[in-house]
């Protein structure tokens, strides 16, 4: 198995939510709500693969780097069977869909890219505004003081692009859930029936970062 030094990286960013090593982008508030509210033209997002999924097993808590590299084996196993997507997309996809409930942007189509190293530092289009949220660190971690259960990590940034490439509005996502202990499942019970409690925890991550920009970054649109 062939991994690139990156996806060592990843699994520390995802396993040591305080270490900070994901990307974090300052809050920007929007400072004229009037001008987003009469803005017109289209709103897009932006679309690309995110960071490797990281399952971080108990069992394999002490084995050091042979732990960290059958981790991301795991994580990558679960994204190829399908059982997850990544949050950010459900991100732009509910802000895009408020965005344009209230201003007179109509929500248009995604720019796509094939690796976030191809993203322009602020992907734009012509008369309109961009939605981007890209994930930084997701997965699976165990309960500190459970090692049988197990709760769902998010970090990312999400930002709104004017035409001009302006970043009118911008927060970072850090979560994690379920974050009480006595609420957190087992990995049996996240990925049966096809990870249905999995792909709704991520879900739940994705509708907190949503609000978390709505308050910090959009209040008096």
């Excluded at 090593?21 to 001008?35: G, R």
């Excluded at 344009?100 to 993203?119: E, I, P, W």
């Excluded at 259960?149 to 709104?160: D, E, F, M, Q, T």
């Excluded at 994690?176 to 792909?199: R, V």
Aim: glycine residues 8%; charged residues 20%; hydrophobic residues 35%.
């Amino acid at each position: 198995m062939t991994l690139k030094l990156s996806h060592l990286l990843a699994f520390g960013c995802a396993v040591l939510m305080s270490s900070g090593c994901a990307t974090k982008i300052k809050t920007v508030q929007l400072d004229n709500p009037a001008e987003l509210r009469a803005a017109t033209g289209s709103l897009v997002t932006v679309t690309e693969p995110p960071s490797d999924f990281i399952h971080s097993q108990s069992s394999k808590a002490m084995l050091g780097v042979i732990g960290s590299i059958m981790n991301i084996d795991a994580g990558m196993e679960i994204e190829r069977n399908g059982v997850v997507s990544d949050p950010s997309l459900t991100v732009e996809a509910k802000l895009s869909e408020y965005l344009s409930a209230n201003t007179s942007l109509t929500a248009g189509d995604s720019l796509s890219y094939k690796s976030r190293k191809d993203v322009p530092d602020a992907p734009t289009i012509q008369d309109g505004y961009t939605v981007d949220a890209v994930t930084e660190a997701w997965g699976l971690n165990y309960g500190a003081l459970n090692w049988n259960s197990y709760h769902a990590i998010y970090k990312g940034n999400v930002r709104l692009i004017d035409p001009k490439g302006k970043t009118v509005a911008a927060t970072h996502c850090s979560y994690k859930y379920p974050e009480a202990l006595e609420d957190q499942p087992t990995y049996s019970e996240l990925i049966s029936g096809g990870g249905i409690l999995l792909q709704k925890n991520l879900q739940i991550v994705a509708n907190k970062c949503v609000e978390k920009f709505k308050a910090d970054s959009l209040s008096g649109l």
